[in-house]
Structure formats: structure tokens, C-alpha cells
């Protein structure tokens, strides 16, 4: 089982790593602002317009994506959702699809996934925990909160899904509460993904997100790199990496690698509006203004943003993944130097 699971990891990197790149072939579609969370780091709960891009516009985006990440608000509250995976997969049958949710609809998010594994049935489930227990309940606001994600975790794995992950996204309210969040991940046998509060005044609504905590927990950050480059797993040695540069950004708000966004992975959000991440004020028009996915990117603004997009510091995953891509021998150099010496940070 874990062999298998290497090689198609593997495999799937070879594609991601080999892919031609005209356009880009990382989205991140935020496919409904409802949600049923209370954050304390995002503001999108509060949102009083609730749009929905209809599936007709989904179907202009190309048909080599490589990655497709649904979020939202909650896309499990999108009515349509198992229709917009079907076409997905239509347009693009090999493309990796993570579905991420906060995993407080139990009886939804299963009635859904029941359908969905039908149509893909390799499709990812990650499911965001800040904290355990009451603290996850309090930095989400729903009492009860942590219980509910995990029974969803435990229902969609007996339905079969196998690819399931942890999100974690660290604040000042609760970075303490990462090395117990990374061992729960690894109790259930998930994949642990790890993120910090970010702002972004077009998307979150908020812009007062920091972490100032940081050198306390230092040791915490040096825990997991080094237990993820212990293993001998090259998906491990990458999180390390990711985790390490993360954690240099938070210090120097300077990436450790160049920014791709706009020509790698892009942002789409429920109006249609097109940005580079998001985290991003550069607009790069709006998908139903235009034929195509192709159109729009090739558009003088379009262009502009993506020029400006390189001056914008931010180390998530969805704008390091395409870095990492594209630096592959300065990260594999890393890693070895790493593997043999260690990290201190
Ligand atoms: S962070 Fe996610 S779950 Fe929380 S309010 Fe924002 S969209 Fe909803």
C-alpha cells in the first residue's frame, strides 16, 4: 500500500515537474464564499454577498490542469459541487483534485463525497485543525468544533477515501499547538499541511493577521524538520523544506525562492475575479469577461499583474509549490545538506 502510494506520488511529481507550462496549471478555485465557520482569522463568514461562478464558466479553464484545489468559504456548502467535479475531471481526467473544508458539516460532506469518489475516486480531503479539542473550537468559534471534524475524518475514511490530510494554520493563538496537531496528523495516519495566518484584504477580508511568537517556538519548527527529513520519504523531505522556508519567511518576510504566481497557479473566486494567489490585489481580469481561460491570461492586464505579482512576499503552498518546481536541484540540495547535518534555525 505504501509502495503504491510512493509511485504514484512519484509519478505525479514527475508529471507536475516535466509539464509544459503555456499557462498555468495550478488553480486554486474558491468556489462559494458561504461558510459555516466562525474564524477569527478570516472574515469570509461575514460575507453578505454569496455568488456562485456557474459551471459554464469553470469549463473555460484549460484542459491540462495539473492541480485543482477547492476552497472556499466551505465548498461543501455549494449545491453543485459533485457536478463541478465531474466536469472537472471531464475537462482534465489525471488532474489532482483536493478538496478543502473545515469538515463541520459531517452529513453533508459525506452524503457528497459518496458521489464524488464515484467520479474521482483518488480525490484528496483535507480538513483544517488549529488546535485540539476547545482551542480548535475557539479559534474557528464553533463549539463542539474539533469532535465534528474528527468524526467527518473518520466517516470519509470508512467511505473510502485514502488520500486524507491535516490542514494547520498557525497564528499567535495557537502556534503551541503545532507539534500536538503534526502528532494527531500522524495518530491518524493523515498527511500534515501546514500554513500561518495571512492577510488579504480582496479575499479574507482582514489585514491585522501576524505572528510575533515566533523565536518561542522555534525549537517546535525544528521538531518537525527534522522528524519529516528523517523519513524516507521524498514528499516528507519537501514538507521539511517547505516547513524550513516558511519559517524563514516569518522571520525575514522575505521568500526563500522567487515568486511564480500569475504564471504557475492562479486564484479564481466565486465572482470569477482571476488573481495570482489569494493573497494577491493584483487583479488579473475576470473570467466571464472573456472566451477562455487562455484569453484572459494573455490579456495586457493579465500580464501586468503577473509582472507586479513578483514583488509580492508570501510562502504558502500554493505559490511555493510552483518555486519549489522550478528551483528542484536548490531544494534537493537542501535536503541532502540537511539529511546529513541537520537543521538549527
Ligand atoms: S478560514 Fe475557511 S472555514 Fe474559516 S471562515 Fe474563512 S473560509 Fe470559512
Redesign the pocket.
Known amino acids: 500500500m505504501a509502495k503504491s502510494r510512493l509511485l504514484k506520488d512519484l509519478r505525479w511529481a514527475w508529471s507536475y515537474l516535466t509539464a509544459r507550462n503555456d499557462l498555468p496549471n495550478d488553480f486554486v478555485l474558491a468556489v462559494t464564499y458561504s461558510?459555516n465557520?466562525?474564524?477569527r482569522?478570516?472574515n469570509?463568514?461575514k460575507s453578505e454577498v454569496q455568488p456562485v461562478l456557474a459551471l459554464s464558466e469553470y469549463q473555460k479553464l484549460p484542459a491540462d490542469m495539473k492541480e485543482i484545489n477547492l476552497s472556499?468559504?466551505?465548498p461543501f456548502l455549494r449545491s453543485d459541487l459533485v457536478a463541478l467535479v465531474a466536469l472537472l475531471v471531464k475537462q482534465n481526467p489525471r488532474v489532482r483534485i483536493i478538496i478543502n473544508s473545515?469538515g463541520f458539516a459531517t452529513e453533508l460532506i459525506t452524503a457528497k463525497i459518496k458521489e464524488i469518489i464515484k467520479i474521482k475516486p483518488d480525490i484528496i480531503l483535507g480538513f483544517?485543525i488549529d488546535g485540539i479539542g476547545e482551542l480548535h473550537d475557539e479559534v474557528?468559534g464553533i463549539p463542539g468544533g474539533f469532535d465534528k471534524v474528527m468524526a467527518t475524518f473518520k466517516a470519509v475514511k470508512k467511505l473510502g477515501v485514502k488520500d486524507l490530510r491535516i490542514a494547520y494554520t498557525a497564528g499567535d493563538y495557537n502556534i503551541n499547538q503545532m507539534t500536538q496537531v503534526y502528532k494527531l496528523s500522524q495518530e491518524l495516519g493523515a498527511e500534515f499541511t501546514m500554513a500561518a495566518v495571512h492577510n488579504a484584504e480582496n479575499y479574507?477580508n482582514i489585514s491585522d493577521n501576524k505572528i510575533t511568537k515566533l523565536p518561542e517556538f522555534k525549537k517546535e519548527f525544528c521538531i518537525l524538520i527534522n522528524r519529516e527529513l528523517a523519513t524516507w520519504q521524498p514528499k516528507n523531505w519537501s514538507r521539511a523544506y517547505f516547513v524550513f522556508a516558511l519559517y524563514c519567511f516569518l522571520v525575514s518576510h522575505k521568500r526563500l525562492l522567487p515568486n511564480y504566481s500569475g504564471r504557475d497557479n492562479v486564484f479564481i473566486d466565486p465572482l470569477g475575479a482571476v488573481y495570482p494567489s489569494d493573497v494577491s490585489g493584483h487583479q488579473m481580469g475576470n473570467l466571464k469577461d472573456f472566451n477562455s481561460f487562455k484569453e484572459l491570461y494573455q490579456s495586457p492586464k493579465a500580464q501586468e499583474a503577473i509582472s507586479l505579482e513578483k514583488n509580492n512576499h508570501n510562502w504558502m503552498m500554493c505559490t511555493a509549490r510552483s518555486a519549489m518546481k522550478r528551483h528542484v536541484f536548490q531544494v534537493l540540495y537542501w535536503i541532502f545538506k540537511s539529511k546529513l547535518f541537520g537543521v538549527k534555525l
Do not use: A, D, L
Request: aromatic share 14%; glycine share 14%.
Open positions: 461558510c465557520s466562525r474564524c482569522m478570516c469570509i463568514w472556499g468559504g466551505e473545515n483544517s474557528r479574507f
